[in-house]
């Protein structure tokens, strides 16, 4: 009897312990998606403000800079978000800043309009922030997009934000567009020096803000790097080229880092969504329980 007691009450234990972990855990996942950014991230900003017309589609799919869903959309999907729970600011050809090139609002801008309308904080939300290559391709240094990120994390942070995911850049002077280029070079060194910078900026955050506030650096970086160094790892055949040209089209692009000069296709998306799911699953709990790998 004592034994059954005993086994009884352990397995009670077990259950308290299992049900508060899962009430505990509930409470910290991610209710909410919101999206500040370039092309990499923009999901038909600038496709539905050009009536449909920019980016073409085809070669573009549906107002994507690519020939499928970008990566902020299959991470959307990994935690089990619907549409109504995503809100995408982010707008192809915008640089950090927080004015308006051409009519495209930057980071800091797009930002600046979501701060000034919150109504309440929503700590159970992702905030996402990734920019930074338009600004050195209009010959930033790299101090101004540091200091835009910055400013943009501290506007969210004010707001309620809790949890930030924040991209830093692939290397620039190694995109089929720059690749061959005068340039490369130059936007090789921008790269490295905004990424160093990036992470500095964050540590310094991250003291400032203290353990409630998390900031999760995405290394896309590395990702494109390892790509590159490694592409059968990835299923990629060719990582120097674009998949479509103007005199050409493209049949195997999953097969291919690249969709066009500078944007990635949708099979380099995926992985992107793969590695940010990791990325936001080791500092905070998820909806989805399996951590691809």
């Known amino acids: 009897m004592k034994k059954l007691i005993l086994v009884t009450g352990v397995a009670l234990l077990a259950f308290v312990i299992a049900v508060f972990t899962a009430t505990m855990q509930q409470s910290h996942l991610i209710h909410q998606l919101f999206v500040f950014g370039d092309s990499l991230s923009d999901t038909g900003t600038v496709f539905k403000a050009t009536g449909g ?33 995503i809100t995408n600011a982010a707008c192809g050809g915008a640089t950090t800043g927080s004015g308006s090139i051409n009519g495209i609002p930057g980071m800091l ?41 910055s400013k943009a994390i501290a506007s969210l942070v004010a707001v309620g934000a809790k949890t930030l995911l924040i991209a830093n850049l692939p ?92 944007h990635p296709t949708v099979a380099t998306h995926r992985i992107l969504a793969d590695r940010a799911f990791n990325a936001i699953a080791q500092v905070q709990p998820v909806s989805d329980p399996k951590v691809l790998q």
């Open 53 to 85: 017309h920019y980016p073409p589609n085809p070669p573009y799919y549906r107002g994507r800079y690519s020939n499928g869903p970008v990566w902020v959309e299959h991470l959307a999907s990994k935690l089990a978000l619907s549409n109504s729970q």
């Open 171 to 262: 290397d620039l002077g190694n995109l089929p567009a720059t690749r061959n280029s005068a340039y490369a070079a130059a936007l090789s060194a921008a790269t490295a020096s905004h990424n160093l910078a990036l992470a500095k900026a964050l540590d310094r955050l991250r003291q400032q803000f203290g353990s409630e506030v998390r900031l999760i650096e995405f290394d896309a970086h590395m990702l494109y790097q390892d790509a590159s160094a490694h592409p059968a790892k990835f299923g990629f055949t060719n990582v120097t080229g674009s998949c479509i040209s103007p005199s050409s089209s493209c049949n195997d692009s999953d097969r291919f880092l690249f969709w066009d000069g500078i």
């Open 109 to 149: 801008a797009q930002v600046e309009a979501y701060t000034k309308t919150a109504s309440q904080t929503k700590p159970k939300a992702l905030y996402v922030l990734w920019a930074g290559a338009n600004d050195y391709l209009n010959g930033a240094s790299s101090a101004i997009p540091v200091e835009n990120i």
